[in-house]
T-cell receptor, first 113, second 112 residues
């Protein structure tokens, strides 16, 4: 069964460092998303991406964050200068249309020291 | 802002039915979802229901939607130990491009 895959599964970084989280969405999907879950809190929407541009973003998705689809298969989330409060599980998701099913990856755990 | 609430814990015996409840505030919700998260794993889509439906059944899973009360439930028939996980309710607003609002999740424990 097709699935969304994410790398790395866990990354530890120093505060102020740049981090790139990678995702390979399901191959025929056109819509891509990033969510995050801080430990003990709700899963929160960050951004949605369609047709090579951001279609919606939350207040969390500030100038420190960016997304890119560099090569037609990967979908990346970059955090330019990580803060302690960026420590969370980051989930990538994809869907084949704007209504209906969103399929999530297994997540990338980011720990900022 | 919009909110989704769930009870945090539910414990049942193997073979019993489990009912996980969820309430939401967004009256313009279009889709409502149930996701399952096993320890160390991602979010697995179990089922979803369009807001103009009031029930959806898929094998052991039954979703009931009361749009008037903004109440969603997930019933798992003949609950098995393998159903032990955290279950997340989520809703999507009309016009949203994939911005799902999640509840905090209900941890289901199934005792043998």
């Amino acid at each position: 069964e097709p699935e969304v895959t994410q790398t790395p599964s866990h990354q530890v970084t120093q505060m102020g460092q740049e981090v790139i989280l990678r995702c390979v969405p399901i191959s025929n999907h056109l819509y891509f998303y990033w969510y995050r879950q801080i430990l003990g809190q709700k899963v929160e929407f960050l951004v949605s991406f369609y047709n090579n541009e951001i279609s919606e973003k939350s207040e969390i998705f500030d100038d420190q964050f960016s997304v890119e689809r560099p090569d037609g298969s990967n979908f990346t989330l970059k955090i330019r200068s990580t803060k302690l409060e960026d420590s969370a599980m980051y989930f990538c998701a994809s869907s084949d249309k704007t209504t209906g099913e969103l399929f999530f990856g297994e997540g990338s755990r980011l720990t900022v020291l | 802002g919009e909110d989704v609430e769930q009870s945090l814990f539910l414990s049942v015996r193997e073979g019993d039915s489990s009912v996980i409840n969820c309430t939401y505030t967004d009256s313009s919700s279009t889709y409502l979802y149930w996701y399952k998260q096993e320890p160390g794993a991602g979010l697995q889509l179990l089922t979803y229901i369009f807001s103009n439906m009031d029930m959806k059944q898929d094998q052991r899973l039954t979703v009931l939607l009361n749009k008037k009360d903004k109440h969603l439930s997930l019933r798992i028939a003949d609950t098995q130990t393998g159903d032990s996980a955290i279950y997340f309710c989520a809703e999507r607003s009309r016009g949203s491009q994939g911005n799902l609002i999640f509840g905090k999740g209900t941890k289901l424990s199934v005792k043998p």
